[in-house]
């Protein structure tokens, strides 16, 4: 508001007014200015440098080219955005040099601006994140007002930060205010701040006693199915993140050192959270997964390329226990020779994790695996060889009476049926303390209880589409590491140590993700109709990439053992026996 008294000139009051006005909307402007910027700089350039246009071109090429590769690192998030940046700048740069060497006014290079300019401001006044931005910044501008009327006046806005679900912001509490005080006046600050009813949290900044952070929740993270944003982590020392609060913030938690246990009834999102480990652990090069998988590795076969090693019958379930407990003590004979404590997880001495889906059944079909279950749970931490079990009900029996639930230091419980389920996943109490799985209302939708999360609060994992596990799997497998000399040795002796047995059944329980997903290929092109299996077929069958079904394909032609029936469909040959 601009106060008009008798002794202002009329015009200088209009051009502030006109000016705050170009201020206060700079960026639904900014199209205009940068096409008005890119004439004027054309203009100087074709009066001044005309020959410079050779290097206004080289230039654009390469901020073009550094903006759509390496564009993540200046917040431009998504491909889309960074396509768009790179477009618009060889748009500018095209035009810039054109300009210098004819002149901006010769046709069509005023059309072109003007045209071009246009269609590039489409995106530009669509773009979600660019308007939220935009109505947060205003918002933020007008605190000191907000702050006043709700009785937090001399409160300032330190930093503030749009996301996907709205926006957080950083405040420094005048002298004497409290967070209490602030978290007091929710609805007083929903209210100055125009949210709807609910949509603000606070939490307070354990470091400074007058600082908090403010969580405005625009649309509900939970509201949808959630897409996985990518891996989180690049080492198993960092923690994973596995989805989202209910205030939009990132559920995240270490792996490292601990015991994982995931519940909940079937449907609830058990085998969609699995996915969500193995998409962050499979990017981690200091970690091998090793996975059991008794529902005929319906589960885990898609990032089969990732895993170590895959167990799909009791036996090799047993087989690989067995051996991640010689694993386990060859590490620890190890670190107690060096005299160390803990086993570092690096590339070449990864952690060893083993991922076992559906436990209940490795228990009913296994039970001489259990010991091994056990042994790990109890003595696995220190040498980094630790278990993540999936299962819908851990009650004792389905838990093999075994110790191993109680030795899980993270819980995680999708929706169970039943209240007295919620203790058992969670531990004894929780139910009554607060943790009610049994109201989760969707699936993906979990708690988790781990030494970083000890309250009660609903998060949703990420959903990853066949698609996503399948290009994750694809993108993550070269990068996997392989055992260390004192694991792999360990391994080996411990087959060793089973020699009796005949060799054919040694072999079957050494048998190799690869060599899954290998049987799986020779089946369905066996089993194929007489129009053939299509490439993404081979994909889902046998949870492989699709430049490994190629490779494959191509050997296999070459052996005749298979044949192209028509574009992109394949058939074995009748002699080939899988
Ligand atoms: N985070 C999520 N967001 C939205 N939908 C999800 C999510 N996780 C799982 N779902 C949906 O719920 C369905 C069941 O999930 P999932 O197979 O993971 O359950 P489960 O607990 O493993 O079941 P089961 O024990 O039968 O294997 C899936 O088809 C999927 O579409």
């Known amino acids: 508001m601009v106060l008009l008294t008798d002794d202002m000139d009329f015009g200088s009051v209009l051009l502030v007014v006109i000016g705050r006005w170009f201020w206060r909307y700079r960026s639904e402007f900014a199209p205009f200015t940068t096409a008005l910027f890119t004439l004027v700089t054309g203009m100087i350039l074709h009066a001044a440098y005309p020959t410079w246009w050779p290097t206004v071109l080289i230039l654009t090429g390469v901020i073009a080219w550094a903006l759509a590769f390496f564009g993540r690192w200046v917040n431009?998030?998504?491909?889309?955005?960074r396509g768009y940046a790179a477009a618009t700048v060889l748009l500018i740069g095209g035009w810039l040099a054109a300009a210098a060497a004819l002149d901006p006014f010769t046709p069509p290079l005023p059309a072109v601006l003007g045209i071009g300019g246009f269609l590039f401001a489409i995106p530009w006044w669509a773009h979600r994140r660019r308007r939220a931005r935009v109505r947060v910044e205003r918002t933020l501008n007008a605190w000191p007002e907000i702050a006043e009327a709700i009785g937090l006046a001399g409160s300032r806005i330190q930093s503030a930060v749009v996301d996907l679900w709205g926006w957080r912001a950083r405040i420094a509490l005048a002298r004497g205010q409290t967070v209490e005080e602030?978290?007091?006046?929710l609805p007083a600050i929903e209210s100055g701040l125009g949210t709807r009813r609910g949509a603000a949290r606070i939490q307070p900044i354990p470091e400074r006693a007058n600082r908090l952070e403010l969580r405005i929740i625009e649309t509900d993270p939970h509201a949808d199915a959630i897409g996985w944003p990518g891996p989180s982590a690049t080492s198993i020392t960092q923690p994973i993140e596995l989805g989202v609060f209910e205030d939009g913030s990132p559920v995240l938690v270490s792996l490292l050192r601990r015991h994982a246990l995931v519940g909940g009834v079937a449907g609830s999102g058990k085998s969609g959270g699995v996915n969500v480990v193995m998409g962050n652990l499979s990017?981690?090069?200091?970690?091998?997964?090793?996975?059991?998988?008794?529902?005929?590795?319906?589960?885990?076969?898609p990032w089969a390329s990732c895993l170590d090693r895959i167990a799909t019958t009791p036996r090799e379930a047993e087989t690989l226990l067995r051996d991640a407990v010689a694993v386990l003590d060859a590490r620890a004979a190890t670190l107690a020779q060096r005299g160390e404590r803990t086993w570092e997880p690096s590339s070449e001495a990864p952690a060893l994790i083993v991922?076992?889906?559906?436990?209940?059944?490795?228990?009913?079909?296994a039970p001489g695996a259990v010991r091994y279950a056990d042994s790990i749970a109890r003595r696995g931490r220190a040498p980094a060889t630790t278990l993540i079990a999936a299962t819908q009900?851990?009650?004792?029996?389905?838990?093999?009476?075994?110790?191993v639930r109680?030795?899980?230091?993270?819980?995680?419980?999708f929706r169970v049926r039943e209240r007295r389920d919620v203790d058992l996943i969670l531990g004894q109490g929780m139910h009554k303390a607060g943790w009610h799985a049994d109201a989760l209302n969707a699936p993906g939708k979990f708690l988790i209880s781990a030494p970083e999360h000890d309250i009660p609060r609903r998060a949703r994992t990420y959903l990853l589409e066949d698609e996503t596990v399948r290009h994750a799997a694809g993108r993550h497998a070269p990068r996997?590491?392989?055992?260390?000399?004192?694991?792999?040795?360990?391994v080996e002796d411990s087959s060793d140590d089973m020699a009796e047995e005949p060799e054919t059944v040694r072999q079957h329980d050494r048998k190799t993700a690869q060599e899954i997903a290998e049987g799986a290929l020779h089946a369905a092109l066996h089993d194929a109709p007489d129009e053939g299996v299509s490439v993404p077929q081979l994909m889902e069958a046998t949870g492989m990439s699709r430049?490994?079904?190629?490779?494959?394909?191509?050997?296999?032609?070459?052996?005749?053992?298979?044949?192209q029936v028509s574009r992109g469909r394949w058939r074995g040959v009748e002699s080939d026996s899988p």
């Open 393 to 403: 009900r851990p009650s004792q029996k389905a838990m093999g009476n075994s110790a």
């Open 76 to 81: 431009l998030t998504r491909p889309i955005e």
């Open 283 to 301: 990017a981690c090069p200091d970690v091998i997964v090793w996975g059991i998988d008794l529902k005929r590795g319906m589960e885990l076969l």
């Open 182 to 185: 602030a978290i007091g006046k």
């Open 355 to 365: 991922l076992i889906d559906e436990y209940a059944e490795l228990v009913d079909d």
């Open 480 to 490: 996997r590491p392989a055992l260390d000399p004192v694991s792999e040795t360990a």
């Open 406 to 413: 109680s030795q899980m230091d993270v819980r995680i419980s």
């Open 547 to 563: 430049p490994w079904v190629y490779w494959r394909l191509n050997q296999l032609d070459t052996q005749g053992k298979v044949r």
